[in-house]
């Protein structure tokens, strides 16, 4: 079945510094979603991306789609305190109507 | 607040014990999702349904079982409860099924403790 793995499962930063986390897919997406979930909540939505090669910014987060469509980034740039917790992707793939969520990178900045 | 409610919040019951969770989705969103998530773990979907019927279904126990009602509220029934079942249990809802590629809203989660 698919599998959606992301890269690292912890990231310790000190406040200020840079923040990546990596999503790969082993099958071709039809569209991939980010979702952000602080410590004790939910997940929240943040961005789908639909295009290959497509990138979109909010602020200092930088969303990426890989031109083939089988992997995704989510780059934080000069993190916060307030960028803590666990993020998501979630990868649709064109074979089945299930969003597969990814183990999640949980992300801890020091300030 | 994200407009998905779910109760109970917090569940503590002993095994094999039958819980209901309950959830309501956001005012005009028609599919419900139901995910598990385990202490440190990712999510891991259950099932969905949309408008009243089930729409897909992911790595659900056959212990388990779920529905949506016409006024589009959904339960999920855990049944022949065990310690491993212990977990966050989420509900979420979108406008439309996945397919149409709508972002889910996630309620507050039942936190389930099974003893």
């Known amino acids: 079945g698919q599998q959606v793995m992301q890269i690292p499962q912890y990231q310790h930063v000190q406040e200020g510094e840079d923040f990546t986390t990596y999503c790969n897919s082993s099958t071709t997406l039809s569209n991939i979603q980010w979702y952000k979930q602080r410590p004790g909540g939910h997940p929240v939505f943040l961005i789908q991306?639909?295009?290959?090669?497509e990138v979109k910014k909010q602020k200092r987060l930088t969303f990426q789609f890989g031109e083939a469509k089988k992997n995704s980034s989510l780059h934080i740039t000069a993190t916060q305190t307030t960028d803590v917790g666990t993020y998501f992707c979630?990868?649709?793939?064109?074979?089945?109507?299930?969003?597969?969520f990814g183990t999640g990178t949980r992300l801890q900045v020091f300030p | 607040d994200s407009g998905v409610t779910q109760t109970p919040k917090h569940l503590i019951t002993a095994t094999g014990q039958r819980v209901t969770l309950r959830c309501s989705p956001r005012?005009?969103?028609?599919?419900v999702y139901w995910y598990q998530q385990s202490l440190d773990q990712g999510l891991q979907f259950l099932i969905q349904y949309y408008n009243g019927e089930e729409r897909a279904k992911g790595n659900i126990l056959e212990r388990f079982s779920a529905q949506q009602f016409p006024d589009l509220h959904s339960e999920l029934n855990l049944s022949s409860l065990e310690l491993g079942d212990s977990a966050l249990y989420f509900c979420?809802?979108?406008?439309?099924?996945?397919?149409?590629?709508?972002?889910?809203?996630f309620g507050p989660g039942t936190r389930l403790t099974v003893t």
């Open positions: 979420a809802s979108s406008v439309a099924p996945q397919r149409d590629t709508y972002e889910q809203y």
């Open positions: 991306l639909v295009k290959s090669g």
């Open positions: 979630a990868a649709l793939s064109y074979n089945t109507d299930k969003l597969i």
């Open positions: 005012s005009g969103d028609l599919s």
